[in-house]
């Protein structure tokens, strides 16, 4: 794609444009692929096995193409995959998780929630970040089956879907929680939804901002950061360009360059 390389960013679909978003305000001179594997999606709906498939297949085509860095942008694949992929790769590989570190520090309440993938939820992983930082506060979590499917078809803001955050919201605010951590990055898409079910006293977290503070460090770290000029952004999907190119063009607010990849 470039001579100086590019960062590659890839999702189960469209959700990782919360993080790409983050990424491109940080870093207007970065070259950006992203690539949204839509015909696998959901990837809280498949086998360990085949997730890290698809994760690998993306991240050694990102990496075949010149990346100089990868962000996986997904918190399933993290989950699931990315200890894997650090196997395999010695680039920087920069990934994200659930924000219960800062919620727990935030809550004031004693009670913090979760929403994400049942995927997410029942990995090692997420095990390990609750005996990290769950002494410190009570944490419920929530799957959200359904929920990406609806952002993935751009249906973020009908009845049906208020209905079906609402009954994912409600058992965290009958706990007591005043902190929802966004465990999926297709969630912030419904933060305005999330914020009006849960009320003003709820503080709402995503990561997207925090991902993008790593990489910069990365990238620093290994003489890698573009600082000078604006970079192109370009993106990939796995899914029918016709049907994922309206939604994408939604989220991103303007024009993309969308082309296919299949594998
Ligand atoms: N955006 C992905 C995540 O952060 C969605 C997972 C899925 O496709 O189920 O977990």
Known sequence: MHGEGFIGVFDSGVGGLSVLRAIRELLPAEHLLYIADSAHAPYGDLTAERIRDRSERI?????????????VACNTATAIAVEHLRTLYSLPIVAIEPAVKPAV???????????????????????????????RARVVAQ?????????????????????????YV??????????????????????????DIAGPAVEVLETGPAVATELRRRLSAGGLLLEQ???????????????????????????????????
């Open 143 to 167: 799957p959200c089956p359904g929920l990406v499917e609806r952002i993935e078809h751009g249906d973020w803001d009908s009845a049906d879907t208020r209905r079906l955050l609402q009954a």
């Open 170 to 195: 409600a058992p965290l605010l009958a706990a007591g929680a005043d902190q929802i951590v966004l465990g999926c990055t297709h969630y912030p898409f419904l933060r305005g939804l999330i914020e």
């Open 59 to 71: 991240t050694r085509h990102l990496v075949e193409h010149g990346a100089k860095a990868v962000v």
């Open 105 to 135: 520090h935030r809550t004031a309440s004693g009670t913090v929630g979760v929403l994400a993938t049942s995927a997410t939820l029942a990995s090692p992983r997420y095990a390990a970040l609750l005996a990290r930082y769950g002494d």
């Open 229 to 263: 000029g604006r970079g192109e952004v370009r993106f990939l999907t796995s899914g029918d360009p016709d049907r994922v190119a309206p939604v994408l063009t939604r989220l991103w607010c303007e024009e993309v360059m969308l082309g296919t990849w299949f594998e």
